[in-house]
């Protein structure tokens, strides 16, 4: 299994940024999949998750109304929109993905919000 996430960078307050993560190694289309969150110094953080055929979202109240997750399975990929970003939304963001019973992460994608 391998997840490699891209379309991070830095942006200012109120911008927006989409993030990509393509994934091999499995079934991409039979699973769910979800996008966390770390700040530095804190603990990594469940931003949103999708439903294998994309009909279901949920988000973290954090994100909700800013931030979408879709996913095209033709391509392997899932992506998360950001728009109206804030300082607080600065992090490294992490596809993940369970397969088997094991958990998967991607080397992750700084996001920056500042000015």
């Known amino acids: 299994v391998q997840l490699v996430e891209s379309g991070g960078g830095l942006v200012q307050p109120g911008g927006s940024l989409r993030l990509s993560c393509v994934a091999s190694?499995?079934?991409?289309?039979?699973?769910?999949m979800s996008w966390y969150r770390q700040a530095l110094g804190k603990e990594r953080e469940l931003v949103g998750t999708?439903?294998?055929?994309?009909?279901?979202?949920n988000y973290a109240d954090s994100v909700k109304g800013r931030f979408t997750i879709s996913r095209d399975n033709a391509k392997n990929t899932v992506y998360l929109q950001m728009n109206s970003l804030k300082p607080e939304d600065t992090a490294v963001y992490f596809c993940?993905?369970?397969?088997?019973?094991?958990?998967?992460w991607g080397q992750g994608t700084q996001v920056t919000v500042s000015s």
């Open positions: 999708i439903t294998s055929a994309g009909g279901v979202t």
């Open positions: 993940h993905a369970r397969v088997q019973l094991r958990n998967y």
């Open positions: 190694g499995f079934t991409f289309s039979s699973r769910g």
